[in-house]
């Protein structure tokens, strides 16, 4: 799978489709652009807000990450060392 977009990038869509009725949390943005490791528990997303941040990572980048994937991860650098192992196969 090829895409134009590297896993940071994709990581931080996925977090702002997450939070869909949230306002922008512009702290987090800087954090997750300056290559900060967020933990999850800092995105506060419930159910649904996980299930949007799944859906936008295999949107963005063609591999289903499921919230069973996600449920043995801590952070976002572990979605995504996850995406970088798959994408560059």
């Not at 977009?5 to 939070?19: L, T």
């Amino acid at each position: 799978m090829s895409t134009t977009r590297n896993p940071r990038e994709i990581v931080a869509a996925a977090v702002r489709a997450g939070q869909f009725d949230a306002p922008a949390d512009e702290a987090l943005d800087r954090a997750i652009a300056s290559g900060a490791d967020v933990p999850f528990e800092k995105l506060d997303f419930d159910s649904l807000g996980w299930m949007e941040f799944c859906i936008s990572v295999e949107l963005e980048s063609g591999l289903e990450l499921t919230p069973t994937l996600v449920s043995g991860m801590r952070s976002l650098h572990d979605v995504e060392a996850w995406l970088a192992a798959r994408l560059n196969r």
